[in-house]
């Protein structure tokens, strides 16, 4: 029983994994294709190594995946927000579709305060 | 069930050729970082379904130590784009 | 006070890693968590007794589980944009105003935030959130700061602050 459910947990995990790599592929710039890879990627993972817990139960192997995903899910929030916020200050501008900026005034005026 | 897992781990592997893809096509340097990033997430669950398939448990432990190295990694590579002094 | 709690906890999470109790690797275990304490202490949170308080812990468990069913429904929000063929996208930077004033509420909100739909935190100045959303549904403040971060924010005031 507890195989089944691990195996269609593993079945969801890489499948999210899939939506999110197709999204990596198609959207048109990097803020967007950020989005999509950082959250269905993560989710993906983090239910691949929940299905870790139920195929071996409450051992060492499992309670090592429940840390994991805990870091997991930190790691990859925070590697986002620096990497969203490198490539804005690096100046590579949003994509045609967009439609409001708000952030483009107050970095600018912190550019001027560093100088 | 051994072989459902193969399966399974296969369609993984094919995932990273996605992310290969955005890291060699990439039109800016941040879509290259964006790619290694999700790398670097995706072969985390390649050492899960690894550590299924075989029952050790020190892969897991490679899977703990991936994830903060490759964070390490972004982290500073995001700080280097953002024209930052890395001591900061 | 705060560094012996960051001290018993570096020590748990060691034998949680190693899963492995023997003399030799709890006093190897001793050892590296006194050294972290030593040299990073001060960048531990400045008063963890304070979230050990039971009312807390059950607000704690209530926002989990909505946190874990919005995290859900944006990634099926996700996929829904990018398997579409015409791809309905209206991506922007909106400014979004907190109310939270400690830095650890700040911090779990701008998690949050880039795990719900269809929205990432790039900055954070001063109360300031700067958050790029994938579909922006309206530019008046209050609609968009009620979508994006309403949902979060009282739970969170009652948890951290």
Redesign the interface.
């Known amino acids: 029983m507890n195989n089944i459910i691990a195996v269609i947990l593993l079945s969801i995990g890489i499948l ?1 994994n899939l ?2 790599c ?2 990596l592929i ?4 990097v ?2 294709r ?3 890879a ?3 990627v ?2 993906g993972t983090c239910s691949i190594l929940l299905s870790l817990l139920f195929f071996f139960g409450f051992k ?1 192997i499992g ?2 995946s429940i ?1 994991a995903i805990i870091m997991l ?2 790691a990859a ?2 590697a ?2 620096a990497l ?2 490198g490539a ?1 200050i690096f100046g590579i501008k ?2 045609d ?8 005034n ?1 970095n600018e005026k ?1 550019k001027e305060e560093e100088k | 069930m051994n072989q459902v897992l193969n399966v399974l781990l296969y369609i993984q592997i094919i995932l990273c050729f996605f992310c290969l893809y955005r890291i060699i096509k990439g039109p800016t340097i941040a879509d290259r970082m964006v790619g290694i990033d999700i790398f670097g997430i995706l072969v985390v669950g390649i050492c899960a379904i690894i550590a299924m398939i075989t029952e050790r ?1 020190f892969i897991i ?1 490679i899977g ?1 130590a991936w994830i903060i190295l490759s964070f390490i990694g972004t982290l500073t590579l995001a700080k280097y784009l953002g024209g930052r002094k890395l001591n900061e | 006070m705060k560094n012996i709690i960051s001290f018993v906890f570096l020590v748990g ?1 060691w034998l ?2 190693t ?1 492995n109790i023997s003399v030799a690797n709890i006093i190897v275990g001793a050892v590296m968590a006194l050294i972290t304490v030593l040299f990073f202490g001060k960048y531990f949170v400045s008063s963890p007794w304070k979230v050990l308080h039971p009312r807390r812990i059950f607000w704690f468990v209530v926002y989990l589980f909505i946190f874990l069913w919005e ?2 429904r ?2 099926f929000d ?2 829904y ?3 579409h063929p015409a ?1 309905p ?7 979004v105003k907190t109310g939270l004033k400690t830095s650890i509420a700040k911090t779990i909100l ?2 949050s935030i ?2 719900t739909p ?1 929205t ?4 954070l ?1 001063d109360d ?1 959130l ?1 958050v ?1 959303w ?1 579909y ?1 549904h309206s ?1 008046d403040p209050e609609t968009y700061s009620r979508q994006v971060s309403g949902r979060f924010e009282k739970y969170i005031k009652k948890i951290f602050e």
């Open positions: 999210f939506f999110g197709i999204g198609r959207l048109p710039d803020y967007n950020l989005q999509s950082t959250k269905c993560t989710l060492e309670i090592k840390l899910f930190f929030t925070v986002a927000h969203v916020r804005y949003l994509g579709r967009s439609v409001v900026d708000h952030y483009k107050a912190n | 448990s432990d703990i | 999470l949680l890693l899963y995290c859900i944006a990634n996700v996929a944009r990018v398997l791809m996208i209206k991506p922007g930077i909106v400014k701008a998690n880039t795990m269809g990432i935190t790039v900055d100045i300031d700067y790029h994938i922006v530019i």
